[in-house]
């Protein structure tokens, strides 16, 4: 039997990462949930996680630099996939560095489809 997936959600938002939470654990996912990046740099350098869902707009460090660090910090073997849940799709417009990127998702997605997208590229 597989071990669980984990994921870490990363959003200012307490009612994003509720819902998230609330769905990916009925797909029997552990889900662990940050409202910072700073708390969620530490999370990422001490457990083994399988996706990252990072916001974009949030207080302190923004999801560009957010990710940008996580990149700096792990090596690419121990690096999670990673999905950017943003209701500011078009700013990464203009980012060019999110090559590590794996999946953008807009926050207007219906909920079940975001649950699709997320299980989808974490049975690949």
Do not use: H, W
């Amino acid at each position: 039997m597989s071990k669980k997936k984990t994921v870490l959600i990363v959003d200012d938002d307490q009612d994003i990462r509720d819902v998230l939470s609330i769905f990916l654990k009925d797909k029997d996912y552990y889900v662990i949930s940050a409202e910072s990046p700073s708390i969620s740099l530490r999370l990422l350098q001490e457990l083994k996680i399988d996706l990252l869902i990072s916001d974009l707009a949030m207080p302190g460090m923004n999801g560009f630099d957010f990710i940008k660090l996580v990149c700096l910090t792990l090596e690419e073997k121990d690096r999670p996939k990673i999905i950017i849940y943003t209701g500011y799709k078009d700013m990464l417009a203009s980012e060019p560095t999110f090559q590590n990127v794996d999946k953008v998702i807009d926050k207007s997605t219906n909920i079940r489809e975001v649950i699709q997208e997320i299980t989808a590229l974490l049975e690949t």
